[in-house]
């Protein structure tokens, strides 16, 4: 994938702080951090994202996800982590690479999840549940 930054940023071909490689799954430094010690986590292999990402590559993602985690704490001191996705504009995808953030928290740092939430009728979450449920035995 030429056009692709993470493809090129694996190849190589452009540069970035990497945190960690094997032979699935590298992790780099995000150059726009979200706060301090924001770490991308990307497969090798070019997917969109987490409608076209294989489960053995996503578990691959994951694992290394788990191992950085607390290393990611200890160096940055940071008092929580959030792990992040997005796929496809609206949900804020800007790179089209499936790949995973590690976004360390601080305590205060006014970092907002959006998020206008309210309580959910029961008939609602019953009646998406039973679709969600009936299209996963499709
Ligand atoms: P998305 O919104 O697609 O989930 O996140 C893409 C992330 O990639 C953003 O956090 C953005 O800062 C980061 N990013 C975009 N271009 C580059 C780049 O060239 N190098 C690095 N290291 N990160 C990038
Ligand atoms: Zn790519």
Not at 18 to 41: K, N, Q, S
Not at 77 to 95: F, H, I, T
Request: charged share 20%; aromatic share 8%.
């Amino acid at each position: 994938m030429d056009d692709c930054i993470f493809c090129q940023i694996i190849a190589h071909k452009a540069p970035a702080e990497f945190v960690y490689e094997d032979d699935h799954v590298v992790a780099f430094m995000d150059i726009y951090p979200a706060t301090r010690g924001h770490c991308l986590i990307v497969p090798r292999q070019h997917v969109r994202n987490l409608y076209d990402v294989a489960p053995d590559v996503a578990a691959a993602v994951m694992a290394v996800a788990v191992r950085l985690a607390p290393a990611l704490r200890d160096v940055t001191r940071a008092d929580g982590m959030n792990l992040w996705q997005s796929s496809e504009s609206a949900a804020g995808q800007v790179v089209f690479h499936f790949h995973m953030h590690l976004l360390p928290r601080y305590a205060g740092d006014g970092l907002h999840v959006p998020g206008n939430r309210r309580r959910a009728a029961p008939a609602e979450l019953n009646g998406l549940a039973t679709d969600v449920r009936q299209r996963l035995m499709a």
